[in-house]
Structures are given as structure tokens and as C-alpha cells.
């Protein structure tokens, strides 16, 4: 599967991630609208999350991956910039 990276996502921000694979956090979409997404991490945490770009049809159950300091969510083989709304 290829893998899309938003015009949104920075150099910097991919390079972050990059540098930090640890930090990339495993959830589930719990709520979608528009342009923010609620995810439940798999630690028990929870964060409501703008994004910069639509993920087109992301919906509630959906596996994404968030990564909180290059600040970019990865949904459906897609990288987008999201912020903690």
C-alpha cells in the first residue's frame, strides 16, 4: 500500500517524526466531523485533534496513528497535519 503525505505536513514535521518513531500513538477514531477527529488512544488517553487536510470518510472505529510532536496523523495510508483542538 502507498502511503500519501499531505501538502500540509512540513519537512520539518516528517523529520520530527522520523527522529522520534517512539512517539507515534495508536488509537481509535471515537468521533468524526468535519475537520476534527476525537481519537481514544490505546493508553487510555483522549484528544480532539484539527486537521489540516480531510481524511475523506474517516470514520468512527477507524485505526489512525498520531504523532504529538511532529503534530501529524496518519489515517488510511494518508499524513495529514492535526492539532490538539
Known amino acids: 500500500m502507498s502511503r500519501t503525505i499531505s501538502s500540509t505536513v512540513l ?3 516528517r523529520a520530527m517524526a522520523g527522529a522520534t518513531p517512539a ?3 495508536d488509537g ?3 468521533e468524526a ?3 476534527e477527529v476525537a481519537v481514544a488512544f490505546l493508553d487510555g488517553s483522549v484528544a480532539r485533534l484539527r ?3 480531510t481524511v475523506d470518510g474517516l470514520a468512527v472505529g477507524e485505526p489512525v496513528a498520531y504523532h504529538p510532536v511532529a503534530e501529524i496523523l496518519d489515517a488510511r495510508a494518508i499524513a495529514t497535519t492535526a492539532r490538539v483542538a
Request: hydrophobic letters at 45%.
Open 11 to 13: 519537512p520539518i514535521q
Open 28 to 30: 481509535l477514531v471515537f
Open 51 to 53: 486537521l489540516f487536510d
Open 33 to 35: 466531523t468535519g475537520n
Open 23 to 25: 512517539s507515534w500513538c
